[in-house]
Every structure is written in structure tokens, then in C-alpha cells.
């Protein structure tokens, strides 16, 4: 495959070669991502139907989670559909649908960053700080706290996108990714793109320590002060309402830490695809299956709207 556009013009669209190198495997990834994309959309979508629908479920350790459901609908719709598109044909993107796609995706992943820590956050109160958790954590600050995390998530990959409009790109049009990351990215411009570079290293270094310090640090003052109570079902109860919270965590920054902070453990482009796709489809999954498997307030929340929308249908 040629992979040099004629003279050093100025290119207009990219290609985004996906899994360019398996193409026998092309109809067996999209039957599967396809389905994959569609249990998110459903599992997340469920969830937040079970928190508004249900009254018991109006708090906001589920006030959290609905938002954080419907980040996980954004953020896997900004990557899967391009990535679909690449199994049965070229999947060509202009330049500024690129950086759009860029743009939207690295803020939503910005946003989960904010999102998971403010969620340790309000479990750190509500266990140890269980009389005036009601207080502290109020509808207006839970909202104040909600719109903060998305307005900074943008407002941060917005600099750096602004910074990558700056540079030109010519020469090759193919993007060995099957999105438009910053590396693949960065590496086709033919103008000097030291400066969005470093600060792209610098945000992601603060959007991803911080975040994850705040997390370590909730979860240390958490286990200090279930350890105090004594052992029993009030105790299994505190460690369970932030296992499920625990596991997104773990998925999503491992993943992300490994492929961002530490770049020499990705050996091959190959593998740098295997890590994307773990925190681009597969942590999407874990959130609808661990909070509704592992969750009994909203198990039971959405068995009773099916049981609802049976009867419902029964009686007319």
C-alpha cells in the first residue's frame, strides 16, 4: 500500500488503517464489535433509566454513576462507529474531522478522569462521614461538581487541540490507528510540534496523577475507617458500595497509564491497539455489567420498571 501523497502538499483527509494488517479477520471484528458497541449503548442506557426512573436510587453515589454511564455512551460513539466503518471499507476522515474526533474523545476521557475521582470522593464521605454526608454532599454541590468535571475536561484538551490546528500535515495521509490519537497524529505533521507535545505530556501528567491521587488518597482514609468497625455485615456493606467503583478504576488508569506515561512497555504499534481498545471498548463494558450485576439497589431497580412495563403491556 502507498503511503506518500505526490510533492509535500498539504493534505486534506486522512485514512485510518485500523486493523489493516488481519483483513481476513475484518467480518469476524465487526460482527463482534458491533455487538460489543451495542451491549454498551444498552447496558449504559439501562442505567440510566433505572436512576431516573427510580426514587430510591436519587443520591449521589447514582446521581455519579448515571453521568458517568452516559460519558461511557459519548466516549465508546466518538471511536466505534469509525472503527466499524474500517472493517468493510476505507475509513477516510478529513483533517478536521480528525482533530473533532481528537478533540471529543480526549475531553471525554479527560472528564472520566475528574468523574472516577469525584466519585471516591463521595464515597470517602459517605463512609467516613456518615451523619453529615447529607450535607456535604447536597444537590447543589453535586451538581456544582458535575458541571466543574465536564467544563474542565473540555477546557483542557481544547487548549491542546488548539495548539494541533496550529500544525500542517503533508506527506502520508495514513493513520496506523484506528482512531485519531495524538501520536499517530503528531507524528504526520510536518511543522515543529514540540510545543503541543510537551503540552500535551504536561496535561496528561496532571489529568491523570492528580485525579488518581485523590482516588488513593479517598480509598486510604476509607479502608482506615472501615477498619475501625468491627468486622461484620456493616463492614462487608462499606467495601462492597466501592468494590464496583475499584474495578472501573483499576481498568481504566492501568490501561491508561501504561500506554500514556510509560510508552516504552507498548513495544509495537500492534500492541499500543490492544491497549486502546481497552479503555476505548472494553472498560465501557465493565461499567453497565459490574453496577448492574454486582449492584443490588439497581438489580432491583430495573427489575421492577421490566416488571412495570410488563403489567403495563398486560393490561392494555
Not at 70 to 77: A, H, P, V
Request: aromatic share 12%.
Amino acid at each position: 500500500m502507498e503511503r506518500i501523497s505526490p510533492g509535500n502538499e498539504t493534505i486534506a483527509e486522512f485514512v485510518l488503517l485500523g486493523f489493516y494488517d488481519v483483513p481476513e479477520l475484518h467480518p469476524l471484528f465487526f460482527i463482534v464489535f458491533t455487538a460489543v458497541y451495542a451491549f454498551i449503548i444498552l447496558g449504559n442506557m439501562l442505567i440510566i433509566v433505572a436512576v431516573v426512573s427510580s426514587q430510591r436510587l436519587h443520591t449521589p453515589m447514582y446521581f455519579f454513576l448515571a453521568n458517568l454511564s452516559f460519558l461511557e455512551i459519548l466516549y465508546t460513539s466518538t471511536v466505534v462507529p469509525k472503527m466499524l466503518q474500517g472493517f468493510l471499507q476505507e475509513a477516510a476522515i478529513s483533517v478536521a474531522g480528525c482533530l473533532l474526533q481528537f478533540f471529543t474523545f480526549g475531553s471525554l476521557a479527560t472528564v472520566e478522569c475528574f468523574l472516577l475521582a469525584v466519585m471516591a470522593y463521595d464515597r470517602y464521605l459517605a463512609i467516613c462521614y456518615p451523619l453529615r454526608y447529607p450535607l456535604l454532599m447536597g444537590p447543589r454541590w453535586c451538581l456544582g461538581l458535575v458541571v466543574t468535571t465536564w467544563l474542565s475536561g473540555f477546557m483542557v484538551d481544547g487548549l491542546v487541540v488548539a495548539l494541533m490546528a496550529q500544525l500542517r500535515f503533508c506527506g502520508s495521509k495514513y493513520i496506523d490507528h484506528f482512531y485519531c490519537d495524538f501520536m499517530p497524529l503528531v507524528g504526520l505533521a510536518c511543522s515543529d510540534p514540540r510545543v503541543a507535545q510537551m503540552t500535551t505530556f504536561i496535561l496528561s501528567v496532571i489529568c491523570l496523577t492528580v485525579p488518581f491521587g485523590l482516588i488513593l488518597t479517598s480509598y486510604a482514609q476509607i479502608v482506615v475507617a472501615v477498619l475501625r468497625i468491627p468486622a461484620g455485615a456493616t463492614r462487608r456493606k462499606a467495601f462492597s458500595t466501592c468494590s464496583s467503583h475499584l474495578t472501573v478504576v483499576s481498568t481504566f488508569y492501568g490501561t491508561l497509564m501504561i500506554l500514556y506515561t510509560a510508552p516504552s512497555a507498548v513495544h509495537s504499534q500492534v500492541l499500543s491497539k490492544v491497549f486502546a481498545l481497552l479503555y476505548t471498548v472494553v472498560t465501557p463494558i465493565f461499567n453497565p455489567m459490574i453496577y448492574t450485576l454486582r449492584n443490588k439497589e439497581v438489580h432491583q431497580a430495573l427489575r421492577r420498571l421490566l416488571c412495570t412495563k410488563q403489567t403495563e403491556t398486560l393490561d392494555s
